[in-house]
Nanobody, 123 residues
Framework: QVQPVESGGGSVQAGGSLRLSCVSSPYNFSTRAMGWFRQAPGKEREGVAQSSGFGFQTLYADSVKGRFTISRDKLKNTLYLQMNSLTPEDTAMYYC????????????????WGQGTQVTVFS
């Protein structure tokens, strides 16, 4: 399996929480950059939360800092995105992506993309 597979999206009321999961290839799982991106209708794709190899460094969009947390479970080859205090502005298709190395800050660092999972936040 090369393409990551996301799950966990859904509809939630504003102020609620969701946890997204992304199962990835076990090959070099710990050393590869992994990240979450999102795209809302009519908007460009944006990075939400990104993690370097081994998760030593993380990068969050300003709009989600303090609300979202990226983490990875090596034993399950799974990347997570815990999303709290959701707002309607968080409504988007969320994508998981993985890289070939530990470099993680640029979109070009990510080579494998999932199909996405929809998150809808209603007020």
């Amino acid at each position: 399996q090369v393409q990551p597979v996301e799950s966990g999206g859904g509809s939630v009321q504003a102020g609620g929480s969701l946890r997204l999961s992304c199962v990835s290839s076990p090959y070099n799982f710990s050393t590869r950059a992994m990240g979450w991106f999102r795209q809302a209708p009519g908007k460009e794709r944006e990075g939400v939360a990104q993690s370097s190899g081994f998760g030593f460094q993380t990068l969050y969009a300003d709009s989600v800092k303090g609300r979202f947390t990226i983490s990875r479970d090596k034993l399950k080859n799974t990347l997570y995105l815990q999303m709290n205090s959701l707002t309607p502005e968080d409504t988007a298709m969320y994508y998981c992506a993985t890289g070939l190395s530990g470099k993680f800050t640029l979109n070009a660092d990510y080579h494998y993309w999932g199909q996405g999972t929809q998150v809808t936040v209603f007020s």
